[in-house]
């Protein structure tokens, strides 16, 4: 049974920090692509980080770009998002995505809420 879950997400001061874990098992974690996604109340899911299978090559959406950091450990498959600086508009539902390398297999997890606020 594949499973991706989620936790570190809770409220944090503006400018606070916190890491974000995603716990795969189900599947052959070192050959996805693992990504991380938001979902701002009221907005549509957004693409925020992602690295491949070795974990090199992470990139990131412009508006976290400089602030997070994605990182894996394939030995725990469990793959990161450290959240640095956070502002007001960091808060979201946040969600880990695996993505197979063909690109025809796709999981979430249910998502961890992160709240910046003062």
């Known amino acids: 049974q594949v499973q991706l879950v989620e936790s570190g997400g809770e409220s944090v001061q503006p400018g606070g920090s916190l890491r974000l874990s995603c716990a795969a098992s189900?599947?052959?974690?070192?050959?996805?692509?693992m990504r991380w996604y938001r979902q701002p109340p009221g907005k549509e899911r957004e693409w925020v980080a992602g690295?491949?299978?070795?974990?090199?090559?992470?990139n990131y959406a412009d508006s976290v770009k400089g602030r997070f950091t994605i990182s894996r450990d394939n030995a725990k498959n469990t793959v990161y998002l450290q959240m640095n600086n956070l502002k007001f508009e960091d808060t979201a539902v946040y969600y880990c995505n695996a993505v197979s390398i063909s690109l025809t297999t796709n999981y979430w997890g249910q998502g961890t809420q992160v709240t910046v606020s003062s």
């Open positions: 690295i491949s299978g070795t974990g090199s090559n992470p």
């Open positions: 189900g599947f052959t974690f070192r050959s996805y692509r």
